[in-house]
C-alpha cells in the first residue's frame, strides 16, 4: 500500500515484509567491506604462502613445486577451489539464516516523524528514537533503519507511492539520524569567561 506523507516529513507506511525482504537485507548486511574484505583474503594468501614455503620439502619436491609454473598452477588451482567454497559456504549460510528468518505474517505499519520510528505489526509495538538508529542504508529496492549492525527496520519500496519517495524518506531519516546522533554543546554560562562559551 503507498504511504501517506504528512507535511513535515512525518510518513505513515503500510506493508507486508516477505522472506525476499528479509533475502535483501541479509545480502546487504553481509556484503563485505573494509577488514571483513581483508579477512576474506585472508585463507587465500595464507594457501598461496603454504605452498610457496613447501617447495623446498620433500613431500613439496614430489609434487613438483620446485618448478615454478607448477607452483603457480598448483597456487592458482587451490586458491580458486578454496575462493569458491568460501563463497557457496556464505551463500549457504545465508539462505538458511533468510529460511530460519521469523516474518510477520500480517501487516506491517511504520510511523516516522520528528520524535523517530514507530512499528506496529502482529509481534507488538516497538519505538525507537532516532539515536537509535546507527546508520541508514539504501538498496535498489530497499531502505534499511539499522537499529544494530545484523538487526535493521526493513521498509520495501512498495510501501511507497514511487523510487523517488522511498529516496526522500531515506534522507529524511538519515539526516534525522544523524542530527539525533550529533553532540549537543554545553549551554553558556552566564559569567563564564570561557572564551568558547561553554560550561567547563
Keep these: 500500500m ?12 503500510r506493508y507486508s515484509l516477505e522472506r525476499a525482504d528479509i533475502g535483501a537485507f541479509q545480502t546487504c548486511a553481509h556484503t563485505l567491506s573494509g577488514i571483513r574484505k581483508l ?36 597456487t592458482a588451482s587451490a586458491v580458486i577451489v578454496l575462493a569458491i567454497l568460501m563463497t557457496l559456504f556464505r551463500k549457504l549460510a545465508l539462505a538458511r539464516a ?18 523517530g520510528v514507530r512499528i506496529s505489526d502482529d509481534a507488538g509495538h516497538r519505538a525507537h528514537g532516532w539515536d537509535a538508529i546507527r546508520s541508514v542504508v539504501r538498496g535498489d529496492e530497499h531502505v534499511f ?7 535493521a527496520i526493513i521498509v520495501p519500496l512498495r510501501a511507497f507511492a514511487n523510487y523517488d519517495e522511498m529516496l526522500r524518506f531515506s534522507v529524511v531519516a538519515d ?3 544523524r542530527e539525533a546522533r550529533a553532540p549537543t554543546p554545553l549551554a553558556r554560562v552566564p559569567g563564564n569567561d570561557n572564551k568558547k562559551g561553554y560550561s567547563t
Excluded at 533468510?98 to 520524535?115: D, H, I, K, M, Q
Design 2 to 13: 503507498p504511504s501517506n506523507t504528512a507535511a513535515g516529513g512525518s510518513y505513515d507506511l
Design 39 to 74: 579477512l576474506y583474503l585472508a585463507p587465500l594468501v595464507a594457501v598461496a604462502v603454504l605452498i610457496d614455503m613447501a617447495k623446498d620439502t620433500a613431500g613439496g619436491a614430489a609434487l613438483g613445486l620446485a618448478n615454478e609454473w607448477t607452483r603457480y598452477g598448483v
Design 145 to 151: 533503519l539499522m537499529t544494530a549492525p545484523t538487526q
Design 175 to 177: 539526516e534525522a539520524a
Design 98 to 115: 533468510v529460511r530460519l528468518a521469523s516474518v510477520s505474517p500480517g501487516e506491517t505499519r511504520l510511523l516516522a516523524n520528528s520524535a
